[in-house]
């Protein structure tokens, strides 16, 4: 049987760093009620000539580096993004050319804050049907341009970045089992409304923005993110205590640490990257997981567990033998 594993992880964060103490001059908040409600310290900003693609070229080439591996072995690209460059062509096409390679499918995946788990399961199917033997999956985000940084509700939240993984077809087993759901019935809790082909006046006005109810997201986020963590375990015959990390979207760490008591696991076991990154949507999960290998906390042979939750809504998590 042929598996997928994870060969190697690399993310970029764009250098400008702002605080919550520098959002406190522009709207009307407090780093204390940030911190408090979210975990979010600071978060980092694109600068305003850096795209998607400059920010998840970086982290790719990081990947690959990590993985051994060449651009022109792969045999797969997707990138998870709501923030493409383009309408057209997909950001994982221009990744592609920036790689210096073509010939390989590449393409989007939509999926906003559940988008590399998405990705990652929709490569580990190739993979797995022997179709790809070599994946580039990313996910990457310049979410501050649908932000209204007038709006105290939501521009505290988010932040930009990418992060990456290289997948490869192997004898062992590396994904364990993945696990993907949406709900297009609570789409008007958490969308930006408009797009090409409705309300294009208000893109055209430049008021294509995240609105949010983040009461509502928050309730029903803690309560499916519980529900797909038993769902998980019970699809891998494996208990709460075989899971050595959690490495979840990183939104808020109050529902963070809900979904790791649920778990019974300390939050030392738990890969918090929220405070220092914010919100990156579909970025946030392999940024988080490059940064616990990087620092020697994650290890070959442990045991991930990945979710999310996101717009749509959507939802997902993958477990994963690193
Ligand atoms: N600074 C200060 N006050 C703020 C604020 C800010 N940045 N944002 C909102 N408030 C105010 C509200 O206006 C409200 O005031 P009111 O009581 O006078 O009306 C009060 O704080 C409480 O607002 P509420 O929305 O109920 O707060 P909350 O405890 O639910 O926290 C979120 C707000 C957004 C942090 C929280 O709901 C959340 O994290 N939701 C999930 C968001 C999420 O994860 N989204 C992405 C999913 S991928």
Not at 21 to 35: A, C, F, G, H, S
Not at 118 to 137: D, H, M
Not at 170 to 190: I, Q
Not at 266 to 291: F, K, W
């Amino acid at each position: 049987m042929t598996f997928a594993r994870i060969a190697g992880t690399g993310s970029y964060l764009p250098e400008n760093i702002v605080t919550n103490k520098d959002l406190e001059r522009r709207v009307d908040t407090t780093d204390q009620w940030i911190r408090e409600r979210t975990g979010i310290e600071q978060r980092h900003i694109a600068a305003e000539d850096q795209s998607t693609v400059d920010l998840a070229e970086p982290a790719s080439r990081r990947a690959l580096e990590a993985a051994g591996i060449d651009a022109s072995e792969l045999d797969l690209i997707i990138v998870a993004t709501t923030t493409p460059d383009k309408i057209f062509p997909s950001s994982a096409c221009l990744l592609q050319a920036r790689l210096g390679v073509g010939g390989c499918p590449a393409f989007d995946v939509q999926a906003v804050c559940s988008g590399f788990i998405y990705a990652l399961a929709t490569a580990e199917k190739f993979i797995r049907s022997g179709s790809s033997k070599k994946a580039l999956v990313v996910g990457a985000e310049v979410f501050s341009r649908i932000l209204n940084w007038d709006d105290r509700t939501t521009c505290v939240l988010f932040g930009d970045g990418a992060g990456a993984v290289v997948l490869e077809a192997s004898e062992e087993a590396g994904v364990l089992s993945t696990h993907l759901h949406a709900d297009g019935n609570y789409a008007d809790l958490l969308q930006v409304p408009c797009g090409i082909s409705h309300h294009y006046e208000q893109v055209k006005a430049g008021q294509a923005f995240v609105e949010m109810r983040g009461n509502e997201v928050f309730k029903v986020a803690v309560n499916t993110l519980g529900k797909i963590v038993d769902e998980t375990l019970e699809a891998t015959q494996m208990s709460k205590s075989d899971i050595d990390w959690l490495v979840p979207h990183q939104a808020n760490l109050r529902i963070i640490s809900a979904t790791a008591k649920k778990l019974d696991m300390p939050m030392d076991q738990v890969v918090v990257t929220v405070n220092r990154h914010g919100n990156t949507s579909a970025a946030s999960i392999p940024l988080a997981l490059d940064v616990a290998v990087r620092d020697g906390r994650i290890k070959r042979g442990q045991v991930l567990l990945l979710e999310a939750f996101g717009g749509g809504f959507t939802w997902g998590s993958a477990l994963i033998r690193y």
